[in-house]
Structure formats: C-alpha cells, structure tokens
T-cell receptor, first 114, second 114 residues
C-alpha cells in the first residue's frame, strides 16, 4: 500500500508569515494529492488538490506543488491569518482492489499567532 | 445536501459495553469510509465500502470491531466489547471517483471508554 510521511508535526508562525508543510509518498502510481484542513471539533475538509499531470496549483493564499520524480508535494500558505490555525492533512491516492484509496499523512498542527 | 451525518457526536461508556456508531453518507456517493483519529496514530483507515460492499477491512484493529452497510444511506461501526484503548474520534466519510475527487467527512463521534 501507500505510505505518506508529513512534516512538521507542529508549526508555529506569526501572523503574516508564510507556512510550508511537506509530504512524501511511496507509491509512484499515486495520481491525486488532496490537502485537508481540520478545525477544532470538526471533520477534515478539502482545501486544495493537485493531480499528477500538474506541477503547481494556486488558490488565493494557498498553493500546492508536486514533484513526481522525487515523490513529494508541499502546501504553501502565504500571509497567514489566525483563522488558518488548524490541523492540515496531506493525502495520496493509491490503487487497491480496483479502487483508488486515499492514504493520509499524520497531520500538521499549524498555529498562527496574532 | 446536509453532508455526512454521524451519531452520536459524543459517547461515554464503560469498558465491556457495546458501542454502535452510525453514519449517513451523502446521497449518490458510492464509497463510504470509517476512520479513527488519535493523537498517536493520526487518521487510520478502518474499513471502506463500495456500493454497500465491504472492500478492505484490513485496518479494523481486531474482532471486537465490525462494520455494516445494509443500504446506500446507512452504515454502522460496532465495538463489542469496548476497551479504554478504543477511545478516539471516529469519522465517517463518503465520496465518489476517488482518484480525482474529494472525500466528505462527517463531524465525527468522540468515544470515551472508561
């Protein structure tokens, strides 16, 4: 199956700074890489995703990059705000029994200090 | 659409008791997942269904855990007998076209076994 490593486990930044979270995956057949944000007391919600035929994708203050050769992908948040404080999960999909199944990283707790 | 609905949101029980967690997926989604979230292990996939059929239950920790999906709009995760180490937040998620699409998570059921 797939193995997804995520770093760092905790990230503390000042409001306005940038935050970067990195993930690596093991299955070269993985082709879809979503990022989820989990706020306190809630379930994870998709915030951005990238497919294997794209190297970078941007949506306002968040961007994702993908390096398929090195099998790593990253989430970049610019101009961080206190409301960005949450746990962020990366995921990679792998093929299992005919279906594509997401495997999640361990999560990064982002704290943005006002 | 109301999203994925889980119940109960919180459950406190004593060791040895039976626990049943319930999930109603989003209408039209043909995949349903049960995840367990703990500080130590992050988001662990327990089992997933495709068109109400269990596909992979290799993540179910032991025989005390069982899951069913009698129809497209309802699934249960049962723990019998429960143990303190089962304390965690259990998430249900649904989706379709997983290699290109998102998972929708419920708000989770927080289980505490005393």
């Amino acid at each position: 199956g797939e193995n997804v490593e995520q770093h760092p486990s905790t990230l503390s930044v000042q409001e306005g700074d940038s935050a970067v979270i990195k993930c690596t995956y093991s299955d070269s057949a993985s082709n879809y890489f979503p990022w989820y944000k989990q706020e306190l007391g809630k379930g994870p919600q998709l915030i951005i995703d990238i497919r294997s035929n794209v190297g970078e994708k941007k949506d306002q203050r968040i961007a994702v990059t993908l390096n398929k050769t090195a099998k790593h992908f990253s989430l970049h948040i610019t101009e961080t705000q206190p409301e960005d404080s949450a746990v962020y999960f990366c995921a990679a999909t792998f093929r299992s029994g005919g279906s594509y199944i997401p495997t999640f990283g361990r999560g990064t707790s982002l704290i943005v200090h006002p | 659409d109301a999203g994925v609905i889980q119940s109960p949101r919180h459950e406190v029980t004593e060791m040895g008791q039976e626990v049943t967690l319930r999930c109603k997926p989003i209408s039209g989604h043909d995949y349903l997942f049960w995840y367990r979230q703990t500080m130590m292990r992050g988001l662990e996939l327990l089992i997933y269904f495709n068109n109400n059929v269990p596909i992979d239950d290799s993540g179910m920790p032991e025989d005390r855990f069982s899951a069913k999906m009698p129809n497209a709009s309802f699934s249960t995760l049962k723990i019998q007998p429960s143990e303190p180490r089962d304390s965690a937040v259990y998430f249900c998620a649904s989706g379709r076209q997983l290699n290109t699409g998102e998972l929708f998570f419920g708000e989770g059921s927080r289980l505490t076994v005393l």
